[in-house]
C-alpha cells in the first residue's frame, strides 16, 4: 500500500487520509484500488509462467461489494461464493455468471436451486448428500469439483486450520469418504465431474504444506485411477499485518506449487490438470485499512493508558476472535512512537480491544485519526451492528482521487426490518 507521510500528513497515493476521513466520516475502511488489480496481476503473471491451464477465483467471504467484483471481472479474475447473499452480490456485477462457483459445506436446497437458475454451473461440492440434492435439485447439467479433506495440518492459527482430520469440511481421503463421494459424482445424472479440491487453512506463509498436500492428492487420484480436469488448491495466502508477519512471495511460492505439481504429475504419469486457485485475504487485505477518530483518552496511572475510537469490534472483531495483532499510525502528523498505551473500542465488552501494549506518539489526543493496517480482508465482511452500530462506508483510493463503493449504514437502515406495531 502506498502510504507515505508528506507534510506532516499520512497520505495515499498522495491524498489526505485526514481529508478522506473528514469528508466521508468515520469509521471508514479504505482501499488501494491500485494495491487490489496489483495483486490479482501478480497471481495471473505467476499462473501463467507456469503455462498450465488455470483459473483464479476471488474468494468473496474476504470482502464482498458489487464494485470490487467488478473489478475482478475487469482483473479477468471470477469469484467464488458461500452463500446466497454473496451470490446475490455478485450476480448484480459484471462478473458472468460462468465465472462464479458456489462453495459451502451446509448449501441449503433454496441456495441451490438459486444457484442452477441464476447460471451458475461449478458448484464445489462438500459432503455425500450435498450430491444428491445437487443431482435431484439441478434441471441441466452442472460441473462439480469434490472438496478433499486431505489430513494435512497447516501451521496457522487452530480456528483457521480447514484441512486436518476433524475438519467440518470436506470429505476424508484416509476414511475413504471421498472415493466413495467421487463414485457417487460419476454416477450422477445432471452433474459433470471436473475434479478435486482441498483447502488446507488460512494465513499460510509458504508452500510447503500445499506442495505435500498436492503430492498426496496425486498419488491418491494415480493410485485409485481417477482423472480429473482440474485440482483447486484452494486460498489462504498470508497477508504482513506486523513485522513479524510475512506475506506471501506470490511469484516463488507458485512457481514452487506448480513445479510441485507438473513433478508429481510425470512421476504418475498422470494428466496434468488445469490449477484453481481462491485467493481472498491476499488480494484484498494490505490494500484495506480503516480510520478511525480519537475519543477519549484514558491514564490509569502505573495501570494503562487507553486511547478509545469511534469504531471497535463491530468493524474490527479479528482482535477478539484470535488474538490478532495489528499495525497502527497516527494520521494527522508524524511524531515518534514514545509512549505504550492500549486502544480500544467504544463498544460495551471489556474484550473491544483494536491493540494492546502498542507504542504510539504520546501526543494523541481528542479529534486525532488513527490508521490501522491491513484491514481489507474480514473486516468489512464480519462487521456487525452490535450495540446497534452502524456499518461504516468504504471507499477506493486511486492516485486520481477516492470514491465511494458502499455507503454508511442509516439509522433508518437499522431498524427497518423491524416490526412496527
Known amino acids: 500500500m502506498t502510504l507515505q507521510y508528506i507534510h506532516n500528513e499520512l497520505t495515499l497515493h498522495g491524498h489526505r487520509l485526514s481529508d478522506i476521513a473528514r469528508t466521508s466520516g468515520t469509521p471508514l475502511f479504505v482501499y488501494d484500488e491500485t494495491m487490489i488489480r496489483n495483486q490479482c496481476r501478480r ?28 473489478l475482478m471481472a475487469e482483473e479477468n479474475t471470477g469469484l467464488d461464493v458461500v452463500s446466497e447473499g454473496e451470490l446475490f452480490t455478485a450476480l448484480q456485477s459484471t462478473v458472468a455468471e460462468n465465472r462464479i462457483h458456489f462453495h459451502g459445506n451446509n448449501k441449503t436446497d433454496r441456495e441451490i436451486k438459486y444457484a442452477v437458475e441464476s447460471g451458475v454451473d461449478y458448484f464445489v461440492i462438500d459432503s455425500l448428500d450435498e450430491i444428491d440434492r445437487l443431482d435431484a435439485l439441478a434441471d441441466r447439467t452442472v460441473k462439480a ?39 457417487k459424482i460419476q454416477q450422477a445424472a ?98 484495506g485499512i480503516t480510520l478511525y477518530e480519537v475519543g477519549t483518552v484514558k491514564d490509569i496511572p502505573d495501570v494503562n493508558y487507553y486511547v478509545s475510537i469511534d469504531g471497535g469490534m463491530s468493524d474490527h472483531i479479528r482482535t477478539a476472535l484470535y488474538d490478532a495483532q495489528y499495525e497502527l499510525k497516527l494520521v494527522n502528523r508524524e511524531e515518534p512512537h514514545d509512549k505504550l498505551m492500549t486502544v480500544a473500542g467504544k463498544l460495551c465488552e471489556s474484550g473491544d480491544i483494536i491493540r494492546r501494549d502498542i507504542k504510539l506518539p504520546a501526543s494523541i489526543r481528542t ?55
Open 145 to 183: 469439483v469434490l472438496r478433499i479433506n486431505p489430513g494435512v495440518e497447516a501451521h496457522t492459527h487452530e480456528f483457521i486450520q480447514t484441512g486436518q482430520e476433524n475438519s467440518k469440511f470436506g470429505l476424508s481421503v484416509k476414511k475413504g469418504l471421498a472415493l466413495e463421494g467421487i463414485k
Open 367 to 421: 479529534g486525532d485519526y488513527l490508521a490501522v493496517l491491513s484491514t481489507g480482508a474480514y473486516h468489512y465482511s464480519m462487521s456487525s451492528n452490535y450495540n446497534q452500530m452502524l456499518k461504516p462506508a468504504v471507499v477506493f483510493v486511486t492516485a486520481a482521487g477516492a470514491r465511494e463503493v458502499i455507503r454508511r449504514q442509516s439509522l433508518e437502515q437499522l431498524i427497518q426490518n423491524d416490526v412496527v406495531h
Open 43 to 70: 497471481f495471473h503473471r505467476a499462473l501463467q509462467e507456469s503455462e498450465l491451464n488455470y483459473t483464479i477465483s476471488y474468494a468473496s467471504k474476504a470482502f464482498s461489494s458489487v464494485q470490487l467484483f467488478n
Open 190 to 287: 445432471h452433474i459433470d465431474f471436473m475434479g478435486v479440491h482441498f483447502h488446507i487453512g488460512s494465513q499460510i506463509f509458504e508452500s510447503t504444506g500445499t506442495i505435500a498436500t498436492i503430492d498426496l492428492v496425486i498419488d491418491w487420484l494415480a493410485d485409485n485411477d481417477i482423472a480429473i480436469s482440474v485440482l483447486n488448491i484452494g486460498g489462504g495466502f498470508s497477508i504482513k499485518y506486523t513485522d513479524d508477519d510475512v506475506s506471501y512471495p506470490i511469484e516463488d511460492g507458485i512457481k514452487a506449487i506448480t513445479d510441485a505439481l507438473k513433478k508429481a504429475c510425470e512421476r504418475n504419469h498422470y494428466s496434468v490438470p488445469e490449477i484453481s486457485l481462491e485467493p481472498g485475504r491476499s488480494i484484498v487485505g494490505e490494500a
